[in-house]
């Protein structure tokens, strides 16, 4: 699938050209930060080690979930699913700050 995601932070942003299908960005593995942030190698190394700080008691191999805070997908060759679909639990005001204008579903 085709899509673009977001680095709300930085303002990045990445086209992609994955070979998952839109149901593992929307509600797989590709639904939160751990695995978007994969397109954003430096805020990656950061976020890592921001993670490594706060949670010591982590093994080398652990992580913890970054949750749904950050990387948005803002376009998306998709049938199946809206933009606010895509990022169904990101939190409504970034949603509406970044997709408002760019997505012309209305909002859930
Ligand atoms: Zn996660």
Known sequence: MILTLLDTQTGETVDVDSPYDAYWWAEGNGSCDCNRIDEFPAAEDELEAAQRQAHPELQEWQGLCYGCTRLLIIAAESDEYTLDEFNEDYPQALKAQWLREI?????A
């Open 103 to 107: 997505d012309g579903d209305s909002p």
